[in-house]
């Protein structure tokens, strides 16, 4: 079955600062990977998406993330952390089953920036 | 281009009560997922639709259900309502019964006492 697991529950960083935030994935085959990011009382947002054209994604606001199969991960990062990137980040499957689509999100790491 | 809206925003109801949730969907969008969000939790997909039909479904019992009319607009029904369906409420569009790329409304925020 496929999954995401987010290893971090909470992370703070100063502002300025890199960003690390990450994933592993489990899957018999070549997944279908997202990031999405969740501000305070708004919906989500995608910040980027991995279908293996390139293993290397480059996302809005400068967020990346490497797709590395021989470990399993799909880690998030961005050179230097902003004020606005405190938000809470979801690690994203995609699933497909007889033609049906689903997403199955990772159970989130809160990011808080240190000014 | 119009993006995904919710509504209500917020609505309390009481437990064994019934509740409709609304989505208009991001304009050429034909397909509407929903998905629950728990305190604290990630969305966990109750259900989509697409082409008014019910597009594959997540662990949920058949109190939860749905429709999806003409416009592409979507209703979420929860019937016999418990405490722990207290949750942020998300509805997510996309094209051709797709996942891939959904787009998001702001939630519905339901809490159940």
């Known amino acids: 079955a496929q999954s995401v697991t987010q290893l971090d529950s909470h992370v703070s960083v100063s502002e300025g600062t890199p960003v690390l935030l990450r994933c592993n994935y489990s899957?018999?085959?070549?997944?279908?990977l997202f990031w999405y990011v969740q501000h305070p009382n708004k919906g989500l947002q995608l910040l980027l998406k991995y279908t293996s054209a390139a293993t290397l994604v480059k996302g809005i606001n400068g967020f990346e993330a490497e797709f590395k199969k021989s470990e399993t991960s799909f880690h998030l990062t961005k050179p230097s952390a902003h004020m606005s990137d405190a938000a809470e980040y979801f690690c994203v499957v995609l699933i497909s089953n007889f033609g049906n689509e689903k997403l199955t999100f990772g159970t989130g790491t809160r990011l808080t920036i240190i000014p | 281009e119009t993006g995904v809206t919710q509504s209500p925003t917020h609505l309390i109801k009481t437990r064994g009560q019934q509740v409709t949730l609304r989505c208009s969907s991001q304009?050429?969008?034909?397909?509407v997922s929903w998905y629950q969000q728990a305190l604290g939790q990630g969305p966990q997909f109750i259900f989509q639709?697409?082409?008014?039909?019910?597009?594959g479904r997540g662990n949920f019992p058949p109190r939860f259900s749905g429709l999806q009319f003409p416009n592409y607009s979507s209703e979420l029904n929860v019937n016999a309502l418990e405490l722990d369906d207290s949750a942020l409420y998300l509805c997510a569009s996309s094209t051709s019964g797709s996942s891939y790329e959904q787009y998001f409304g702001p939630g519905t925020r339901l809490t159940v006492t």
């Open positions: 899957s018999s085959y070549s997944p279908s």
């Open positions: 304009s050429g969008h034909n397909t």
């Open positions: 639709y697409y082409r008014e039909e019910e597009n």
